[in-house]
């Protein structure tokens, strides 16, 4: 145990609890108030109001205490209210809460580009990487193609079907989807080129053979020498928790590299120590050349990290990059106190740990219920696919029930995928096996009752 998280003692006990149905009548009355205030395009998927947290529990206005395995879409990797992130937070928060990074600096910043340096795969002091900080993933992705456009005079942005980049103007016309993000918002932003991922359980094709469809898929319609940089979530979150087949990712970098197209890893989800590495691209033997990461990073505080070679992030002109709260202090002092942890506690371990035991759980689980297609992903990202039984059609009735349930029973679920086909479980590195077996039960109820 660290010194501050025994400083710090948990304020919630790690159990579930309901007290009321779900959501509670304070929510329900919270939830009249902001239909007034708050217009339904931001939509709450479990609309129960939130007032305390801690590690993987959830406790809401109405006293229900839940447990979370959605972690705001994988971004408590290390638990809510994690002691050492808020000691950090706080004590930044009295001394520097804003400057501009741009006009007066602080070296909170500096400390964190220098965490991302030394974990990013493919740094070293031969081929250093630096980093700019921006705010969100979205803002990673826009100044990850920025950057790439500017270092290759090109305009072209390749992506993956099953993709999701975020919901600016350019990140919204990089998704797969067109709804609910991009619909009636255009005119959606040019030379975005969509090729075919690699879906093992959907395509049957090998690494090489998916990789070799991308390809020549690209270079029908876009042309290598017209392309800036190809982006790729090395495990796509939204689009299912969609683990490529060996060899894939490789292949696409080799590609890129030979024909100067910068490979940008979306690690926006994937990252930060969830997968059982700091990156997760790690785990399929690519060093990228450029590494965007947000979520996890800062404990729940926003900040979004840019991480590329020096080459490519030394070409943009000063003043060209930036933005008012890129790299806030407090966040800044917040992704400090992270990165010590994964070096401190093992919670690369605990990812694996996790693995272990949800996914003995939820093979459990596929052994019993033959709509369960498959269970898959790394370290504290995993997910079911769920489809009518004995095909591959995707059962998103099924899913949303089996989400419905587990939130009356006080397990916060989100389902993943472009027909909502898989469950996905973004478990904090810290929550136990005993919490984990609880939650399997949950499900295991759930789908008996469905
Ligand atoms: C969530 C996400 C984004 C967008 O991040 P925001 O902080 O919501 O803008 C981009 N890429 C991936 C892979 C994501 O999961």
């Known amino acids: 145990m660290s010194e501050e998280a025994t400083v710090i003692e948990s304020s919630v006990p ?33 609309p ?20 979370d395995v959605c972690g705001g879409i994988g971004v408590t990797t290390i638990g809510h209210t994690d ?13 520097v809460t804003h400057t501009l990074f741009t006009m007066t600096p602080y070296e909170p910043y500096v400390q964190v580009a220098e965490h991302l340096a030394k974990h990013v795969p493919g740094s070293t002091p031969e081929n250093p990487y630096k980093t700019l900080l921006m705010n969100s993933g979205a803002e990673a992705v826009e100044n990850g193609v920025k950057i790439a456009r500017k270092h290759t005079g090109r305009p072209g942005i390749a992506v993956l079907e099953h993709a999701y980049h975020g919901r600016t103007m350019l990140t919204s016309s990089m998704n797969h989807k067109a709804a609910p993000y991009a619909l009636g918002y255009g005119p959606r932003a040019g030379d975005i080129y969509k090729a075919p991922n690699s879906y093992p359980l959907h395509d049957g094709l090998s ?25 790729v979530e090395p495990i796509q979150g939204e689009g299912g928790f969609i683990v490529p087949a060996d060899g894939y990712l490789p292949a696409l970098a080799e590609r890129c590299r030979a024909n100067g197209i910068v490979f940008i890893a979306d690690e926006v989800q994937a990252g930060m120590a969830r997968t059982g590495t700091v990156f997760s691209i790690e785990q399929f033997g690519v060093e990228p050349d450029i590494v965007l ?18 080459e490519i992030m030394d070409g943009s002109q000063p003043g060209g990059l930036g933005g008012t709260f890129g790299g806030n202090p407090v966040s800044c002092a917040a992704a400090v106190a992270v990165f010590e942890q994964i070096e401190r506690e093992n919670l690369l371990g605990e990812a694996k740990r996790i ?14 219920y033959d709509s369960i297609a498959e269970v898959r992903g790394r370290g504290a990202m995993l997910a079911i696919e769920v489809v009518k039984p004995g095909t591959l059609e995707p059962d998103s009735k099924l899913v949303a029930q089996v989400i ?42 759930a789908f008996a009752a469905a």
């Open 14 to 46: 790690q159990k579930r609890l309901v007290v009321t149905e779900i959501p509670g009548p304070r929510s329900r009355e919270i939830h009249e108030r902001r239909r007034a205030v708050v217009p339904p395009g931001v939509h709450s998927v479990l």
């Open 207 to 231: 690494g090489a053979e998916a990789a070799a469809r991308t390809i020549a898929h690209l270079e029908k319609v876009a042309g290598a020498e017209d392309l800036a940089c190809l982006v």
């Open 404 to 445: 419905d349930f587990a939130a009356s029973q006080g397990v916060v679920l989100l389902s993943t995928g472009i027909h909502n086909q898989g469950i996905r479980f973004l478990p904090s590195l810290k929550m136990s096996d005993e919490l984990i077996d609880d939650v399997i039960g949950v499900l295991d109820e």
């Open 293 to 310: 990461s947000a979520k996890g990073i800062a404990g729940g505080l926003p900040l979004a990290g840019i991480t590329g070679r020096a």
């Open 355 to 368: 693995e272990a035991s949800f996914t003995a759980g939820l093979n459990r689980l596929a052994e019993k």
């Open 48 to 67: 129960v109001y939130i007032e305390r947290s801690h590690d993987s529990i959830l406790v809401d206005v109405d006293g229900n205490h839940l447990v």
């Open 83 to 95: 002691g050492a992130v808020v000691a950090a937070a706080t004590e930044q928060l009295n001394k």
